[in-house]
């Protein structure tokens, strides 16, 4: 069985930089559209989060597609995934530590 988690990159970050400072994002992190709003999903844990920039419109669809605004949260309870924190846990290392830089 492989393992998954080999693939995260390390950090408290979706993705790594490469050489030339460019994100390289885990291969878990993902955009999904569910009922026609896109939201932010990790393969790895099988769930998604809502983006701060998501509208009232599209809120109140979503809501209304899961049947309550408590449902919706139960499938898309990922809060930081919208700027690419991890919320996996896994590979976390230093909270300073962002790709090949430390800002701590």
């Known amino acids: 069985m492989r393992d998954m988690t080999r693939e995260i990159p390390?950090?408290?970050?979706c993705y790594s930089r490469d050489k030339y400072n460019n994100k390289v994002y885990?291969?878990?992190?993902?955009?999904?559209?569910?009922?026609?709003?896109?939201?932010?999903?990790?393969?790895?844990?099988?769930?998604?989060?809502?983006?701060?920039k998501i509208s009232e419109e599209e809120f109140d669809k979503l809501t209304e597609a899961f049947g309550s605004e408590g449902?919706?949260?139960?499938?898309?309870?990922?809060?930081?995934?919208?700027?690419?924190?991890?919320?996996?846990?896994?590979?976390d290392g230093d909270e300073n530590y962002t790709g090949e830089k430390y800002t701590g």
């Open 26 to 52: 885990c291969p878990h992190y993902s955009h999904r559209v569910i009922w026609g709003v896109e939201v932010n999903y990790c393969e790895y844990l099988k769930m998604g989060g809502l983006s701060v």
């Open 71 to 91: 449902l919706m949260y139960d499938f898309l309870p990922l809060s930081l995934l919208f700027d690419a924190v991890k919320e996996c846990g896994k590979n």
């Open 10 to 13: 390390e950090g408290p970050y």
